[in-house]
């Protein structure tokens, strides 16, 4: 039987990237991207589109059925900046549309789901370098409450009912095509914006604020790779860390500098750096490593060489 994806929130950050990848590798009309509002122009004239909220479950699948749709990819959520503003709506959204779609699961509509968990599972209890795979997790915002509680949900439904679900702690992500969609480690995106346009940035964390990061491109062979592994090979089924590069504002704006001599960045803390502060400054992903052979790209020199290249080359 044919890999035929349904992504939901397929119209953000990584759902935009994404969902270009996984059309190249299944085929543009096996891969169904949805969200409630319209995709770029690439993802809405390369394969199938649909409206879809995530949260209802009806919906999801009258479009399972539709397209005979095997593999649910589910990238819609609340940041974690927004989340702070918004709770209530942030913990319906992120956990509604989780428990909809592990229950189209377990009701056998589709055989395997992939949902991203987020380096927000830890607090400020947590170790802080080398976060190891198994910690204390006990997070001091609404977003990591949610990953949290998504992961035990993940990990439950896999147990209690064999569903097939994988998941992976995001790092922050960082991409040019699409614009971050709010969260803590969205400056490590516009300050390349800015450092081209303006020559200069302010940073809302602090200078020597250290967290974990990760190319896009990185970030979507990961997911890809995970979702094709053997299911044996899948020891953790709340969610795997998952790491590249760690680094703090000065030390991105320096490699800025080596290619923009005269880049300025200054700096004006807001209510980001409480949260900032409560994660980890680096992750042990070695059990991932070890499990299905995941391999990083990117660090900060070549993620800023092909970042820089490419927003020049699309001005
Ligand atoms: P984003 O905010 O850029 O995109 C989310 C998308 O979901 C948006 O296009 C939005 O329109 C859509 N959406 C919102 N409400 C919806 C609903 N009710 N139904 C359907 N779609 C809805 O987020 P992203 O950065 O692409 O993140 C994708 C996933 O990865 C999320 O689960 C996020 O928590 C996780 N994650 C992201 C990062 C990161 O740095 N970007 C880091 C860790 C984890």
């Known amino acids: 039987m044919n890999t035929v994806i349904l992504v939901l929130g397929a119209s953000g950050q990584i759902g935009t990237e994404l969902t270009q990848k996984l059309r190249l590798v299944y085929g543009n009309d096996l891969v169904i991207a949805s969200d409630i509002r319209e995709g770029n122009a690439e993802m809405m004239t390369s394969g199938p589109f649909e409206i879809i909220d995530a949260t209802d479950k009806e919906t999801i699948l009258k479009i399972i059925k539709k397209y005979k749709v095997t593999q649910v990819y589910l990238l819609a959520a609340m940041l974690s900046a927004t989340a702070e503003q918004h709770p209530q709506k942030a913990w319906n959204l992120n956990m509604n549309s989780l428990l909809a ?10 055989e395997k789901v992939y949902w991203p968990s987020s380096i927000a599972v830890f607090g400020p209890t947590t170790p802080k370098e080398n976060t190891p795979q198994k910690t204390v997790m006990e997070p001091s915002t609404v977003y990591g409450i949610s990953k949290v509680s998504g992961e035990f949900w993940c990990n439950y439904y896999y147990e209690k009912f064999g569903v097939d679900v994988r998941s992976l702690r995001y790092p922050g992500i960082i991409s040019w095509k699409t614009k ?3 969260g803590t480690t969205d400056y490590a995106v516009d300050i390349y914006f800015k450092a081209l346009k303006d020559k200069k940035f302010e940073c809302f964390l602090s200078e020597n604020t250290r967290l974990p990061m990760m190319y896009m491109d990185d970030a979507v062979n990961a997911t890809i790779q995970l979702m094709q592994a053997n299911s044996e090979d899948v020891k953790i089924r709340n969610g795997y860390n ?6 703090t504002p000065k030390e991105i704006a320096s490699e800025i500098k080596k290619q923009i001599p005269d880049f300025e960045i200054t700096y004006k803390t807001d209510f980001r750096q409480q949260i900032a502060d409560s994660w980890p400054q680096s992750i042990d992903d070695s059990q991932t490593r070890k499990d299905w052979n995941w391999q990083h790209q990117f660090d900060l020199t070549s993620m800023t060489k092909d970042i820089l290249e490419n927003l020049e080359k699309n001005q």
């Open 101 to 110: 779609v592990l229950d189209l699961a377990k009701d056998k509509h589709i």
């Open 180 to 182: 971050p969609g709010g």
């Open 242 to 247: 998952l790491a590249a590069m760690s680094f």
